[in-house]
C-alpha cells in the first residue's frame, strides 16, 4: 500500500511539475481578430509552436533574450507569465532588465532581499528609485514579482553619468561585429528615424556610441550574472543582427544564447532578427514626431 501511495505521489509531482498554466489574455486593444494573434514561430523552421513547446526550448538555454515593446501591456503580461514558467522548467539564475541602471542596484537588492521575507516596500516606485520614463503601471507586477524570486533581479543598462562621458568622449567598440560597417550604417538610419529626422548629422555618432554601449553593457552584464540568466529590454536591443547578440559573439559567446521578440501582430520579424517571435495585440499607433514638426 505504501509503494502504491508513493507512486502515486511521484506521479502527481511529475505532471505538476509539467502542467504550464496558460498564457494570459490579450490586453491591447488593437488586432484581436488578427490570424496571428497569440502565434509563436520559431523562425527557423517557420513552424508555429505553442508555449509549451517554446518553454522546452528557452528552458536549456545559458542566455535568454526577450525583447519588448516598451508601451505594450501584453508584452509584460507575456513577459511575467514567461518568468514563471521558465523558472518552473529550470532553476533560474538571474533576470537583468534594460530599466535597472547601476546606480540603482543596491536599493534593488535591499527591496528583494525584504520581499523575500513578504515585507515588500510600501513604496516600491520610491525604494527602487524607479525611473518615471518606465511606465511604472505596465513594469510593477513584474518587478514585484522578480522582487520576492530566490534569484538576483539586476540592472543591464548604463548609468546617466556614464551616458555622459560617452557623448564627451566616444570610447572605440571593440569587436567585428557589432563594429561592422553594415550594422552602424543601420544603427545610425534607426537613430535618425527614430528622432523624427531632427537630429544635427553632428550628434549622431555619439547617439551611435551611446546606442552601441548600452548593447555592450548589456551583453557584459549577462555574462557576469549567475546562469542561466534572462534579459528583458527592447526589441531593437535584442535584434541577432543588431543587438545584444553581436556584442555577446565579440566577447566569445556566440553560442548559449536564444531571443524571442515579442512583436504586435502585422509586423516583420525574421530568423535574422531573432529565434522565435510571439505575435500580440497591437497598440494604437502614435505619431511621435507629430508635437516636434513646426
Known sequence: MRVVLLSCLMLLAACQSRYVLPPPAP???????????????????GQTISP???LS??????????????????????QLWLSRELSRQRPQGSVLMEMLNPDQQSRVDQAQAAARTWQVPA????????QSGWDWSLYGPLVLHQLRQPYPLLAANLDRAEIM??????????????????????????????????????QLPAMLAVQQQRDRRMAEALLAAPQPSLLLAGAFHVRKDLGVPLHLGDLDAQTGNVVLILAEVGRAVDASMADYVWFTAAQPA????????P
Open 123 to 130: 513604496d516600491p516606485f520610491d525604494a527602487l528609485a524607479w
Open 27 to 45: 490586453l491591447a486593444p488593437l488586432g484581436r481578430e488578427h490570424t496571428d494573434l497569440g502565434r509563436i514561430v520559431d523562425l527557423a523552421s
Open 165 to 202: 562621458q560617452i557623448y564627451r568622449q566616444r570610447p572605440t567598440l571593440q569587436g567585428e561585429r557589432s563594429s561592422a560597417g553594415e550594422v552602424q550604417a543601420r544603427l545610425l538610419a534607426d537613430i535618425r528615424e527614430s528622432h523624427c529626422g531632427l537630429l544635427p548629422d553632428s
Open 52 to 54: 509549451e513547446q517554446l
Open 57 to 78: 526550448r528557452l528552458a536549456p538555454a545559458q542566455r535568454v533574450l526577450v525583447g519588448e515593446q516598451h508601451d505594450n501591456p501584453d508584452h509584460h503580461a507575456v
Open 286 to 293: 502614435q505619431d511621435h514626431c507629430a508635437k516636434l514638426r
